[in-house]
């Protein structure tokens, strides 16, 4: 099938090149920082986690969003998800691949990453996290590959991958919940010592993916022949809804228990995020517009007539996918460091390479996730508009 994404239009073929092109720009910017050292980026001794581990976690729950579909489509027998099962599982495919290369490019020495392999530590949540992306990837490339393969032989997949679907759920939950417990099993970082840091990063995760997966979804049926579908994209957008709601929630709960409990060790975290602590507040108008954004979000999502008037919900996933990069992407992270365990304040900022080799590494995951799509839609192109066999 992989022949199907060496045929396309010239708007296909503008899209892969340009990709490619910021993949070289990229490349070339990360050979100097290997030459050069981490010291091209913003990050220090007091801030030691930046950009690249920030883009890391924000991804982590895009690849985690696909078993909001499996789990609908599979148990529970929802048949409206045919047509879009395959984009989530692809979409977290990229993200995963995104994910691995954001670890990659943060490691200094990019070949100190096969210690973990050679040398495995079972009582690091580090090794464990690596145990659940590899496989996680691992599961959406079988399933999917396999799957879309049968579609396109006009046959119902091998019994043997539903073993696999019903795996990867619980793999899925455990991708984010791992990564969750980096942070929070951190003592000397009261930021993120919360027992619902795990839950706060499910809810994000299941709001971004999703409305990620509808903006996709609506691009392709707008410059495609492929048809998603209006009841798929609604139903998802109620999952989208009650997703952020949640978020929204977890984080009162955080605000509640850091202002009203009065520890400096948590309320310095979110007065640095949101007011700025000792005249120091890069990220406050970030901060802001993410709570703006999240706001606006929710009233678009929850009255129901806005969030089933297709353009009020595209602005309505946009928001909800730049509030959440902002706050997974910045403050989760940045927040964490600062102040220092020495309540110091040392501010970071991504720097112009590091900014252009993030760059570099979402448009290798969009060029994954363009040819894996390309794929998908001239298999329904030939198959014909019937049901997939699942």
């Not at 290369?101 to 100190?112: E, H």
């Not at 040398?119 to 590959?145: E, K």
């Not at 730049?322 to 992270?333: E, H, T, Y």
Request: aromatic share 16%; glycine share 8%; charged share 10%.
């Amino acid at each position: 099938m992989f022949e199907k994404a060496l045929v396309g239009s010239r708007r296909y073929w503008t899209l892969v090149f340009v990709l490619l092109g910021i993949i070289g720009i990229g490349f070339l910017v990360y050979l100097k920082q290997l030459s050069y050292g981490l010291g091209i980026t913003g990050m220090s001794r007091d801030v030691s986690w930046g950009f690249y581990i920030s883009q890391f976690t924000f991804l982590v729950g895009v690849a985690a969003s696909a078993v909001m579909l499996v789990i609908p489509y599979y148990l529970h027998n929802y048949k409206k998800f045919s047509k879009i099962i395959i984009l989530g599982e692809f979409l977290a495919v990229s993200a995963v691949t995104m994910c691995i290369l954001f670890i990659f490019v943060d490691m200094g020495q990019p070949m100190r990453i096969m210690n973990v392999l050679l040398h495995p530590t079972p009582n690091s949540i580090l090794f464990w996290d690596s145990v659940v992306l590899s496989g996680y990837l691992l599961l959406n490339i079988v399933i999917g590959w396999t799957t879309l393969q049968a579609e396109w032989k006009d046959a119902p997949p091998p019994k043997w991958v539903k073993p696999l679907v019903y795996l990867s759920i619980p793999w899925a939950i455990s991708i984010h919940t791992v990564t969750a417990f980096i942070y929070a099993g951190l003592p000397g970082r009261h930021f993120w010592l919360s027992a619902i840091m795990a839950a706060r990063f499910l809810a994000s995760a299941f709001a971004s993916g999703p409305a990620l997966l509808i903006l996709l979804a609506l691009l392709l049926r707008k410059y495609t022949k492929f048809d998603p579908g209006r009841e798929p994209i609604l139903a998802v957008s109620k999952i989208v809804a009650y997703a952020m709601t949640a978020n929204v929630f977890f984080l009162l709960l955080e605000l509640f228990t850091a202002l009203y409990s009065g520890i400096p060790g948590h309320r310095h975290s979110f007065e640095y995020l949101f007011l700025g602590l000792e005249g120091h507040g890069k990220l406050v108008p970030l901060m802001w517009i993410s709570v703006f954004l999240a706001l606006g979000a929710l009233f678009l999502l929850i009255i129901p007539t806005t969030r089933r008037h297709e353009k009020t919900l595209t602005w309505a996933c946009i928001m909800v996918f730049i509030s959440l990069w902002i706050d997974k992407g910045f403050g989760l992270v940045i927040g964490g460091f600062v102040p220092n365990p020495f309540e110091k304040v040392f501010e970071y900022w991504p720097t112009l390479p590091e900014f252009i080799i993030s760059i570099a590494v979402w448009a290798v995951g969009f060029l994954i996730l363009t040819v894996l799509y390309k794929i998908v839609i001239s298999v329904r192109e030939s198959v014909g508009p019937g049901e997939p066999a699942h």
